[in-house]
């Protein structure tokens, strides 16, 4: 029987286990030009036993920053920060693929430089606020991408994943889940259009394949993952019947072949099992819990073929070492939700390991 501690392949990549370390937003992106410190590659390497480390979100563009303090990999300075973190991983034995984010709609002009404004795939905006240097402000009506505007966002995530195979990561993963920009696109509410990126399922998942497309043909499919989490109402989305449009996503995806899929999953287990069903690469899955955080119980969903690895958020937070301490059943570190976003190391590096 395989089980989450066994070795697997990831497009060529070998990785340790199958236990992966979700993506988190952590804003603590304080170097210069919004880059990773030299903290950053002590909190990735630190939990480096990972089989794979996905990073927290990276704006490919300057648009596409929707928080304060988030890192980039538009620069060749953060290019240069990204190294060192890279260079840590890999010396602890690690893998790490980077999260190219845009969040499009969600975010505020104050948080852009040089005047700029959010984008989203129609002047539609999100309900709710998001929190800036000026405390929380209400979102904005975003500036519609045209044509052009598409075509420069599928080049500044072809860029962006040039810069951090460069930077030394191993793969990226374009963030198309939890209310972003692609996510927007793939999502009626969000997606009010009525030209060839809106309308029907098969258009309105056309901006995320696209994007798909074009970085595996830069970088490598082996080398690209996909973030959905198809039903999730973050970012004010709303997908009454989100199947028809995932798998049409999908079906444009056969001939590109990205290396892995990887769902946050919010809904009913059977669409995971259909979007599993139909795609012929690893499945790394964010199990959805009901009451609890994920933990131990989630370790059979690779024993009886669920997904081919889990992965954990919180949990890997607080816990650098999480695949020693899964093995063992716990204890676990209780992560602390007041150094979530923002701060120094107390509640990013500080976590300790079994023993220490």
Known sequence: MTTAFDPIDLGGLR???????????????????????????????????????????????????????????????????????????????????????HTGRIGHPSLLPGGLTPVGPSAVAARGQVYTADGPRQFVVPEPLDEDGIRQTVADHVSAARNAIAAGFDGVEVHGANGYLLHQFLAPNANTRTDAWGGDPESRARFAAEVVTAVAAAVGAHRTGLRLSPGNTLGDIDEPDPAPTYLALLRALEPVGPAYLHIMETGE????????????????????????????????????????????????????????????????????????????????????????
Do not use: C
């Open 15 to 101: 990785l340790a286990n199958r236990i992966a370390m979700a993506p988190m937003t952590r804003s603590r992106a304080h170097g210069p030009g919004l880059s990773p410190t030299a903290a950053t590659a002590v909190y990735y390497a630190q939990r480096a036993s990972a089989g794979l480390i996905v990073t927290e979100g990276i704006q490919p563009s300057a648009v596409g920053q929707g928080y304060p303090d988030t890192p980039g990999l538009h620069s060749d300075g953060q290019v240069a920060a990204w190294r060192a973190v890279t260079e840590a991983v890999h010396a602890a034995g690690g893998r790490i693929f980077a999260q190219l984010m």
């Open 269 to 356: 287990r059977n669409l995971t099992l259909e979007l599993r069903k139909r795609f012929g690469g690893v499945l790394i899955l964010n199990a959805r819990t009901v009451g609890r955080p994920s933990g131990p119980q989630e370790l059979a969903l690779v024993e009886d073929g669920t997904a081919d690895l889990v992965s954990y958020g919180t949990l890997f937070l607080a816990n650098p070492d999480l695949p020693r301490r899964l093995r063992a059943g716990g204890p676990f570190n209780t992560p602390d939700r007041a150094t979530y976003y923002g701060g120094g190391e107390r509640g990013y590096t500080d976590y300790p390991a079994l023993g220490a």
